[in-house]
């Protein structure tokens, strides 16, 4: 049986659990191999094996300080699960930390306290090694080979030591992210309540307080970009700000390898460059590693735009000093790069709406208005797609056809896709509590008024039917083909006294509005 795979990136469409592990045989074998010889080495290694698949480190961001405890993950998964031992001991130099901490944990397991554990290992009891120490107990404890009784045992055996607090209070945060995460992916947190309910339950678990429940953030980066949770999904639970989810967004690689350019094509395109232009990606790529892990294709997509512009490399790195060097958020300051003079905008409509434009100058074209429940229900990678499908439209409009990269446009999509779905977060509550249309079809027919509504309310999708203002149908949106079937029998089902002519026209007006789906059409509003 053949298994699905992602249309972005190439990746197989495994659980989250089989896509690391899969990950990690591949950089396992790699270094095996003879890969790398280093710790250094072995961490750069990781990270391009991550980029190839398009994964973030079990923190759910792409940190040097992440993958640094993915090493823990791999050597515990190729010790533990793989029978890798004698295979390991070539790699000596590379997993150094993870053997002192491995054995020092069984020592521990065995009743040993944890000074005496890491000496008997060859470490001390210090807030680097309780660091270590503990990110391999994570390590072991999300493959299954540490029970939450064990991990626990751990905790309060290194709280005992008064060292490595602020390590212990993380990995107590990090740990129940995971686990509400993992609930939230099976469906068992349905409302905010029982999230914060199994938030003190974990707390509790692992012998913290209410100081160690993990922020929603943290849970949101855990759930989107570990487990693959939809947006939308988490953030019915999960209250993240603005400033948070661009944060995330900026710090989570697989996001720009996935939307703007795979590791495949970033190598493809770097072997066709000429030495100046590849001198200029890779002083790009370190102007703005400082700023993201997605470095890479970031740095590429410009690249491109600047080429097609005709600048050359020593201009193209001036104007992105330029970019780099105004104020704002990065998502703001990588907006502000143009297009022969087009730089893309968003502006927020009444009624929880977006127009996206293309602006030069005195010039505008519109690309297209999303609403902000269409934002929550794509989340950012469908957004993007969608906004990416309008951007082509509207370069032909503004005149750049063949002067917009395509890996440019994928970069502007999801700049603006990110902007739209973090001023949504913020709306989110909103959304969930008061009914929103999102489209209306109206018509009059002898004096009678009939409208059909496309609406919003408490998170579900309804078609509500009214014949003169008055309510006579409200129907659950999903397939569109039962929709419409349904909608057929109510009207068919009407009062006697409402005429054929008005079910015909009914009928009608709900069928062109099952038709659109909410899509272009009445700018969506809030009913008074």
């Known amino acids: 049986m053949l298994t699905p795979v992602c249309r972005a990136c190439g990746c197989r469409l495994l659980s989250a659990r089989e896509r ?5 045989v591949d950089f396992l074998g790699e270094l095996l191999g003879g890969g790398a010889t280093t710790r250094r080495g072995a961490l750069k290694l990781l990270v391009e094996v991550y980029a190839r698949h398009c994964l973030e480190p079990l923190v759910g961001v792409s940190t040097r300080g992440a993958f640094e ?10 010790e533990r699960g793989l029978g890798l031992g004698e295979e390991l001991e070539e790699l000596a130099e590379v ?3 993870e053997r002192k901490c491995e054995k020092a944990l069984d020592a521990l397991l065995a009743g040993a306290d944890p000074a005496e554990a890491l000496e008997s290992s060859g470490a001390v009891l210090s807030e680097s090694w309780v660091r270590a120490l503990l990110g391999y107990a994570r390590a072991l404890h999300h493959l299954g080979y540490v029970s939450d009784e064990e991990l626990a045992s751990i905790l309060k055996a290194v709280e005992r030591t008064g060292v490595g607090a602020h390590a212990l209070r993380f990995t107590r945060k990090l740990v129940a992210a995971h686990k509400l995460a993992q609930q939230i992916a099976s469906g068992q947190l349905t409302s905010r309540g029982r999230k914060e309910r199994s938030e003190r ?33 988490v953030l019915r639970l999960l209250k993240v700000k603005k400033n948070q989810l661009e944060k995330i967004a900026v710090s989570s690689a697989s996001w720009w390898y996935r939307g703007v350019a795979s590791l495949s094509e970033i190598e493809k395109a770097l072997s066709q460059l000429d030495k100046p232009w590849l001198r200029a990606y890779r002083d790009a790529v370190k102007q703005l590693s400082g700023l993201t892990p997605a470095a890479s294709p970031i740095a590429l997509a410009l690249l491109e735009q600047a080429a097609l512009e005709s600048l050359d490399p020593e201009g193209f790195l001036e104007k992105l000093s330029r970019v780099l060097g105004s104020e704002g958020s990065l998502v703001e300051r990588l907006l502000a790069w143009d297009a022969s003079g087009w730089s893309a905008s968003l502006l927020p409509l009444p009624g929880y709406a977006f127009e996206v434009r293309l602006l030069r100058g005195h010039e505008m074209v519109i690309v297209g208005r999303v609403h902000a429940w269409e934002v929550l229900e794509a989340g950012v990678r469908g957004l993007c797609e969608k ?15 063949g002067r917009a990269s395509p890996k440019w446009l994928r970069l502007v999509s999801m700049l603006l896709a990110l902007r739209i779905l973090s001023t949504a977060c913020e709306l989110s509550p909103t959304l969930g509590r008061h009914p929103i249309v999102l489209a209306v079809e109206r018509a009059e027919v002898g004096g009678v008024k009939l409208s059909a509504e496309l609406m919003v309310e408490r998170w579900k999708k309804y078609l509500v ?36 002519e008005v079910r015909v026209k009914l009928r009608e ?5 099952i038709a659109r789906r909410g899509g272009a059409g009445n700018q969506p509003q809030q009913p008074a």
């Open 69 to 78: 405890r993915e090493l823990a993950l791999a050597h515990a998964l190729a």
């Open 509 to 513: 007006l709900a069928e062109r509005l």
């Open 201 to 233: 339950v974990l707390a509790l678990l692992y012998g913290g307080g209410s100081e160690d429940k993990p922020p929603d953030a943290l849970v949101w980066q855990v759930a989107v970009n570990v487990y693959g949770v939809s947006e939308r999904a």
């Open 20 to 24: 690391r592990v899969e990950a990690l």
């Open 465 to 500: 039917l009214r014949v003169s203002g008055r309510e006579v149908a409200r129907l659950r949106v999903g397939d569109p083909g039962k929709t419409e079937a349904k909608a057929a029998r109510v009207i068919k089902n009407l009062p006697r006294d409402v005429s054929p």
């Open 387 to 401: 906004l990416r499908a309008r951007m082509e439209v509207a370069v032909s409009e503004a005149r750049l056809e």
């Open 95 to 97: 997993f150094w930390v």
